[in-house]
């Protein structure tokens, strides 16, 4: 008698279910599977779901929806004030008022409190302690 060539035993590692007693009925109490199977895995549907409400997606410890600026961008933009255009972070986010103060206060005071005030201000929007002006946090990345 012949062997085919790979029988699936090869070295005695084949996983063999162990024989059932007599008698024996697996437990009941589950549903039957959906008519239409089941849904595939996350991450493997053909189209990408996006909630109405939350189109850049949701605060992932509050739930909130996300705002479309991103404080990475508005962080960077915040840190040009180390060369004297602080506020355009701020201009980005959409307090106008806010950002041509700073950018005034860079001007008259030589940079110097326009480079502090720019920095603590760039650490507060990277840190997630400045929301968009409709209150939405800002989202992560670019």
Not at 73 to 85: K, M
Not at 102 to 112: E, H, Y
Not at 113 to 142: E, Q, S, Y
Request: proline share 15%; glycine share 18%.
């Amino acid at each position: 008698m012949t062997e085919p060539p790979f029988s699936g035993n090869e070295g005695g590692n084949q996983y063999t279910p162990p024989p059932q007693q007599p008698g024996y009925v697996p437990p009941g109490g589950y549903p039957p599977p959906p008519s239409g199977g089941y849904p595939p895995p996350m991450g493997q549907y053909s189209g990408a779901y996006t909630d109405p409400a939350a189109p850049f997606g949701r605060h992932p410890v509050t739930g909130e929806p996300l705002s479309e600026k991103s404080k990475v961008v508005a962080g960077l933009l915040q840190l040009l004030g180390l060369f004297g255009l602080v506020g355009i972070g701020r201009i980005y986010l959409g307090y106008t008022t806010l950002g041509v103060i700073q950018l005034v206060v860079g001007l008259l005071t030589c940079g110097i409190g326009a480079l502090i005030w720019g920095i603590i201000d760039a650490i507060l929007i990277l840190t997630d302690k400045v929301r968009d002006p409709a209150g939405f946090p800002l989202r992560d990345g670019t």
